[in-house]
């Protein structure tokens, strides 16, 4: 029995020599910057899969002449690592503040997190790959003249709200297969503009509540059936380059064309909008170089708000073309009529949908006061067989009523007084409608569904 206890004793003092990870603290005595020399280290050892490192502020390390493990890495402010080569990471990487990570070659593996504080830069047109790991993104993350870096088993790259993604260079791609990657934006993903035609393929799922930015010239390619490409309702699509989808695509966000005055963004092969997604506008005027605009090559159903910021003093009748299709639109469900103010005054502009294209025209003007409100306006039943009771929440003196189909095309006008609702008989073909109440003041649409 003693000898048992002895034993175990000794086992139990034995434990943490072989549980216990190394510290490895980086002296740089050895006289070069290679990971792989032991006089470079404060153990005189090379680290392995259990050690945690530490590279000080002012340092730079290589990892270039072989494969390297690791525990954990800790890079302060100023100091860099460089990983020429395969790295397998056991716990994670932290990047200080003003701390460095490049890689430009080999595997990067592990059920690990790396988290970036500082910059975090991949470059270098060999391919790579990135197995397993999670990256959160907290400042800078760049991609510069890259080829395919793949991203294998359930592999994340998550770029937090205020953080940054910058695309640089012609091309280059995260690509993953059936095992799966996902992307999950919360700040700027920016495909720079270079002066010259460059892409960048995105080959994975992709969550975007951030900002989604393509340059002048420039394309970001979301493709592959096994992927998607989800705007959620903070998400932002924009620039004045092209999006290329052909993954399925959900879109309850905003898109808007940005540059440095009036653009275009262009989609191609899906475009996708929803009751909740926004279409922001900058209009500088009535050319037609002179407002923002979408071309998109695909037969999209229109849906969803259209918000217009003016810039300029417009006049009754002006007509912009805000949206252009190449195959026809299949469908249109905007509301019949929006609003823009400029300089004190209130623009009403009525919205029409072609074969093939989306219009505004500048239908009324009126000086904007702070009275200017929506009416509390709602319909009963609805959907109906063709009977709506319209309520207007108040007894309005003189209200003006509008009924227009899902072109925008309108159908009846009639004008009521002192009362707060209206019987609405339509006797057009089952389908969406729209009503509009209109008084000097108060403005509001409502969709009507005939059944």
């Known amino acids: 029995m003693r000898t048992s206890i002895k034993y175990l004793s000794l086992l139990l003092l034995f434990i943490p020599i072989f549980t216990w990870g190394q510290t490895h603290i980086w002296t ?3 006289g070069d910057t290679n990971w792989f020399n032991a006089s470079n280290w404060d153990a005189n050892t090379v680290p392995d899969a259990s050690s945690e490192v530490l590279i000080p502020d002012g340092f730079t390390v290589d990892i270039t002449t072989n494969n390297a493990s690791v525990g954990f ?20 990487i932290d990047i200080l503040e003003e701390g460095s990570f490049l890689y430009t070659l080999g595997t990067l593996s592990g059920d690990a997190t790396i988290t970036n504080h500082g910059t975090f830069e991949i470059t270098g047109v060999p391919n790579k790959i990135i197995n397993q790991l999670t990256i959160n993104n907290e400042n800078l993350l760049t991609i510069t003249d890259t080829g395919i870096i793949n991203v294998r088993e359930n ?19 995260w690509s993953s297969n059936e095992t799966g990657a996902t992307f999950n934006n919360f ?31 420039q394309h970001i390619l979301v493709l592959g059936p096994q992927n998607s490409l989800n705007n959620f309702e903070t998400g932002i699509l924009t620039g004045e380059g092209s999006f290329d989808i052909t993954a399925p695509f959900t879109n309850n ?8 005055q009036a ?25 037609p170089e002179e407002y923002d605009k979408l071309e998109v090559i695909d037969e999209p159903f229109i849906e969803g708000n259209i918000e217009i910021t003016l810039h300029y003093e417009p006049e009754i009748d002006d007509t912009f073309t805000i949206i252009t299709t190449s195959f026809g639109i299949t469908g249109c469900d905007l509301p019949p009529f929006i609003f823009a103010t400029h300089q004190g005054f209130l623009y009403e502009f009525e919205v029409t949908c072609t074969f093939d294209t989306v219009n505004l025209k500048v239908i ?7 009275e200017f409100e929506q009416i509390n306006l709602s319909a ?22 509008s009924l227009s189909n899902i072109l925008g095309q309108i159908l009846s006008k009639n004008t009521v007084q002192n009362t707060d609702t209206y019987q609405l008989t339509i006797d057009g073909a089952p389908g969406i409608y729209f009503i509009t109440a209109k008084t000097p003041t108060k403005t509001e649409s409502l969709k009507l569904i005939k059944k």
């Open 28 to 30: 740089g005595n050895g």
């Open 263 to 287: 653009v275009e963004l262009d989609f191609v092969n899906t475009f996708s909008l929803s009751q909740q997604s926004v279409i922001e506008l900058d209009i500088f005027g009535n050319l």
């Open 253 to 260: 966000g905003t898109i808007r064309p940005e540059g440095n």
């Open 155 to 173: 592999m994340s790259f998550n770029n937090a709200e205020n953080a940054m993604i910058i695309i640089n260079g012609s091309g280059g791609a």
């Open 187 to 217: 700040g700027t993903f920016k495909r720079m503009d270079i002066g010259q035609f460059g892409v960048f393929y995105l080959l994975l799922t992709v969550n975007n509540h951030g900002t989604i930015n393509v340059g002048k010239t």
């Open 73 to 92: 890495i800790t890079i302060q402010a100023n100091a860099q690592l460089e990983v020429n080569n395969s790295m397998t990471i056991t716990t994670g």
């Open 364 to 370: 009324d003007k009126v000086l904007h006061t702070d």
């Open 380 to 401: 009963t039943p609805n959907p109906s067989r063709g009977i709506f009771n319209i309520q207007f929440g108040e007894v309005i003196s003189e209200v003006e009523l």
